[in-house]
């Protein structure tokens, strides 16, 4: 699966505060189109790159696609962001923009909670005597 050498929860930090920051609603490189999630975002591996793009498979967002859908054109389109299995591309066929970015900033808080409780468990079983 995913290559990217990227710290995870620092990935998803970035993510959140773009998302925050209203880095989707307008994009000075394409002003005349939506912006995607994930995909016109630094999050992407092929984020600003013209030439030769990396698999989507090297991705480390790969971690949260469900194994049949990694296969699929833009993979990160289909992440689970709620316990409806809602993914980015529910959202893109039946919601809206804003719908989109609510649901993205829940589960990406989650997500990072979830992480950074799992480290701590992590670095306390490491060093417990």
């Known amino acids: 699966m995913a290559n990217d050498d990227r710290d995870l929860l620092t990935v998803l930090k970035a993510e959140l505060e773009f998302l925050e920051k209203g880095g989707y609603r307008h994009s000075p490189s394409a002003p005349w189109r939506p912006q995607f999630i994930f995909e016109d975002s630094p999050t992407c591996l092929n984020h600003g790159r013209r030439e030769n793009p990396l698999p989507c498979s090297e991705c480390i967002l790969m971690h ?6 990694r296969d699929e054109k833009i993979p990160c389109r289909h992440i689970p962001l709620n316990s409806q299995g809602y993914t980015i591309d529910t959202y893109y066929r039946l919601g809206t923009h ?3 970015e609510v649901a993205l ?4 808080r989650k997500t990072i909670e979830r ?6 468990k992590s670095l306390r079983f490491r060093v417990a005597p």
């Open 64 to 69: 949260f696609v469900p194994a049949d859908c």
């Open 115 to 120: 992480l950074q409780q799992e480290r701590v």
């Open 105 to 108: 900033a829940e589960w990406l």
């Open 98 to 100: 804003e719908e989109i």
